[in-house]
Nanobody
Framework: QVQLKESGGGLVQPGGSLRLSCAAS????????MRWYRQAPGKEREFVAS????????NYADSMKGRFTISRDNAKNTVDLQMNSLKFEDTAVYYC???????????WGQGTQVTVSS
């Protein structure tokens, strides 16, 4: 059974850092591209970052470039998101995502809350 479980969210001041982690089970992350999304209150869910299964190539939304870093630990079967220089507008629930299997079924974790506040 495919499961994704996010952790690491919390309350942080502007300019601070947090590291989110997504623990995957039921599949090997090194066989799939993995993604992070976020959803702020009253807004649609938006793409944050992705990492490919093979070369580990990364891609980021423009507003996250230079501040966020996605990485993958195949041995632990986890995908992390290091977030630096956090801003008020980064406040959101952050979700891990995978399109799984030949049918590319969309799986999401339960999300982890990130609140940037002074």
């Amino acid at each position: 059974q495919v499961q994704l479980k996010e952790s690491g969210g919390g309350l942080v001041q502007p300019g601070g850092s947090l590291r989110l982690s997504c623990a995957a089970s039921g599949f090997a992350i090194n066989s799939y591209n993995m993604r992070w999304y976020r959803q702020a209150p009253g807004k649609e869910r938006e793409f944050v970052a992705s990492i490919t299964s093979t070369a580990g190539s990364t891609n980021y939304a423009d507003s996250m470039k230079g501040r966020f870093t996605i990485s993958r630990d195949n041995a632990k079967n986890t995908v992390d998101l290091q977030m630096n220089s956090l801003k008020f507008e980064d406040t959101a629930v952050y979700y891990c995502n995978v399109l799984y299997g030949p049918s590319r079924v969309n799986y999401w974790g339960q999300g982890t809350q990130v609140t940037v506040s002074s």
